[in-house]
DNA sequence: TCTTGATGATTCAATGTCGAACCATCCACA
DNA sequence: TGTGGATGGTTCGACATTGAATCATCAAGA
């Protein structure tokens, strides 16, 4: 009925963007999701697979804040990654607390393979903007998602 | 290492901007939801309570569409929060296929002591953006989220 | 050297979510 | 009238994710 406090214009701007950004980051999220799938990788999986392909070799916390998961988490990924001889877990020389996850060349072969379909969509999806769209999206984004707030 | 194929300059971008993205909504939907926790709510409960509360009763397949999951879990979570008598299933008289989800006063009480609390939160959040700044996030946010697109 | 606190990784139990199969109901049409 | 396809809701099994507890290891200081 609609009969429920709705707020001031301000506020209603605000739930309206909020809103919008979700959906945004839904939407693109799942259409990159959809190719994935046949390469038998989830999301978490491909983005673990990523990040070591592109950064080299990491220790799972450091996945863990890349990928933005818990690190009980990176430790189920990292497992299913292991198991399929995509990943190899190796205890750092230096610090024996950690362990050093790195690609094999199962891994590399099978990441060279998705990473360019996956930014061929990406690609197509964010092409409805134009490049300064983009460019203006991802700044007021970096500023939204900071953690650290300037007081 | 950083040796991985990296991409053109519109390839970074847009990745670069698409990270940024999820990482803004994931930020201010989990500051949102912190909130939500003192009442007893997690972030569904409280959309689906938010939703019914604007919008009057609703049927749950509605309700799916409106917060963005599955029909599946909305019998969940109305399951949870009908427990809690925050809301009452009611079989539909036109047609007894939908059952229609109305707030009960325990749940109109609820909603009207945590929305403008969320509110307040939100404004809070977004006020690191100016208003046309918002506007504008909002405006792209929209274009990107549009499960049609113009071919 | 021993102890203590910090920290990375793992395990475990709980929760949220989904797709598929299913049931109840409706509607169009023979 | 009744039959078949479509549709809303529920159930069920699977999976992803998390926080808390725990283990192993390290570093600093008595």
Redesign the interface.
């Known amino acids: 009925?609609?009969?429920?406090?709705?707020?001031t214009p301000?506020?209603i701007?605000?739930?309206?963007?909020?809103i919008?950004?979700?959906?945004?980051?839904?939407?693109?999220?799942e259409r990159?999701l959809r190719h994935l799938s046949e390469f038998g990788l989830n999301e978490s999986q491909f983005a673990v697979l990523e990040a070591v392909?592109?950064?080299?070799p990491l220790c799972q916390k450091d996945i863990a804040k890349k990928i933005?998961k818990s690190k009980a988490n990176i430790t189920v990924i990292v497992d299913a990654l292991e198991a399929r001889k995509l990943l190899k877990r190796e205890r750092s020389q230096e610090d024996r607390r950690y362990m050093d996850v790195h690609l094999t060349v199962e891994g590399r072969q099978l990441?060279?393979q998705v990473?360019?379909l996956h930014?061929r969509n990406?690609?197509e999806?964010?092409s409805?903007?134009t490049?300064e769209?983009?460019?203006?999206?991802?700044r007021?984004?970096?500023?939204?998602?900071?953690?650290e707030?300037?007081s």
Do not use: W
Not at 53 to 56: F, Q, R, S, Y
Not at 133 to 138: A, D, H, I, K, V
Not at 140 to 147: E, S, T, Y
């Open positions: 009925m609609g009969t429920h406090y709705r707020g301000e506020e701007r605000v739930l309206d963007t909020f919008k950004l979700v959906r945004a980051a839904n939407s693109m999220g990159s392909a592109a950064l080299g933005l990441i060279d990473f360019p930014l990406m690609v999806e964010m409805i903007l490049p769209e983009q460019q203006e999206l991802g007021l984004c970096r500023i939204l998602g900071r953690k707030r300037p």
